[in-house]
Each structure stands twice: as C-alpha cells, then as structure tokens.
C-alpha cells in the first residue's frame, strides 16, 4: 500500500517511513510522483497548515494523504523573534539552508546560555483517507540548538546540524540509524495513530 506525504522536501517524506514500511505501508512524496504542489501556508497553527497541504494532494491525487507542518520555539526568546510557524521564513524571506544556520546561530548567542538554548518542535499531522480527515499534535523537545555547526548538512533539515539530542549528546546530523531507531521509538504513538486509519 502507498501513502503519499504532502510534501516537495524528499529528506522529509522519509520520516516515517522505517515504520511504515513494517505495516506494509510505502511513504511517496510528491516528487516521487513527479507533482509540485505551491501551498500558501498562511494558517494558524501547525495542524491547520499539514491540513491545507493534505487537502491540496488529496484533492489532486486522491491517494491516501499525510500533511505535516510544525513549529518551533527556543527557550527565554521574546515572543516577537520566537519561530513558531515560520522557522524558515524571517521578515517576510524565505531562507536557504545556510541563512537559515546563520540566523538561528545568532539567536543562540544572543539569548542561549553557554553556547546553546534549549528548544521544542510541536507537530501537526492530517490524514485524509476516503474523503475522511483525521489529525494528531505531538511534540519534541529532547534536544537543545548550538552554536558550533557539526560538519554535515541534511539539505532540506539544516536545523539537524546545529540541533544535539540530548539523551545521546550527538549532533542530528552524526546520530547513526541505531540512535535513530532509538529515537523513533518514542514516535510510536504517531505510527500508531497512522496505521489506525489507514489500515
């Protein structure tokens, strides 16, 4: 069975898949089935964001549909410089992968402690199947930014190089697929909520 993520970025579209593929669920992206999608994510909060992307494939391709949007806030930043919705785009422009490690270093020598801030991701998940819309919010907050990059750029996740799990102490980007299993398993809750309605 095939599930198409809502998604142009390829290294997320392979979040869930490890799982999935248990269930014997395959994860496409919309590159994979050579669809480019321009979704206007103007809504309020992550969960109404991953819905206007579902909505938009579904609509198009009527497979089965995950959307994901998320946001993210730093510890002890005004509300007036917090991402939240709009981690990569800043006064109105879009970063590239390296602006965006620029920027976000220097929130973490502006108001990190030490080198580093900690910080939590909250996630939006929306489901479509059969014209049936399904959602779930979750959250991670296991790990702080840094200001010294790792050596290695996820292109789509650049955020990866400069995040650090605090459980293992490694950089995103230098974590194995052991460690990476490890931290999936604290995602069970979200494959679990998946396989239930597309099963």
């Not at 490890?18 to 994510?41: A, M, P």
């Not at 509300?79 to 270093?105: H, T």
């Not at 790792?150 to 194995?176: A, C, R």
Request: with cysteine; proline share 3%.
């Amino acid at each position: 069975m095939k599930i198409l993520f809502a998604t142009n970025n390829p290294s997320k579209a392979k979040r869930f898949s490890r799982e999935l593929n248990k269930y014997g669920i395959e994860v496409v992206s919309l590159k994979d089935i050579n669809i480019k999608l321009d979704i206007l994510e103007d809504g309020k909060d992550p969960i109404s964001n991953a819905l206007k992307k579902a909505r938009c494939a579904y609509d198009k391709t009527k497979m089965i549909t995950l959307g994901m949007d998320d946001s993210l806030y730093l510890e002890g930043v005004p509300n007036d410089v917090q991402p939240g919705l709009f981690v990569r785009r800043v006064a109105g422009k879009k970063l590239s992968d390296l602006e965006m490690l620029d920027y976000y270093i220097d929130l973490v020598n502006k108001y990190g402690t030490d080198g580093k801030i900690n910080a939590k991701w909250i996630y939006g998940l929306a489901l479509i199947k059969d014209d049936k819309e399904y959602t779930y919010t979750f959250e991670k907050g296991d790990f702080y930014l840094t200001n010294k990059k790792s050596n290695v750029i996820n292109p789509g996740y650049p955020m990866n190089t400069i995040s650090i799990n605090k459980t293992l102490n490694k950089y995103f980007t230098d974590m194995t697929k052991l460690d990476w299993e490890k931290v999936e398993q604290n995602e069970l809750d979200v494959i679990e909520f998946l396989t239930s309605h597309i099963k």
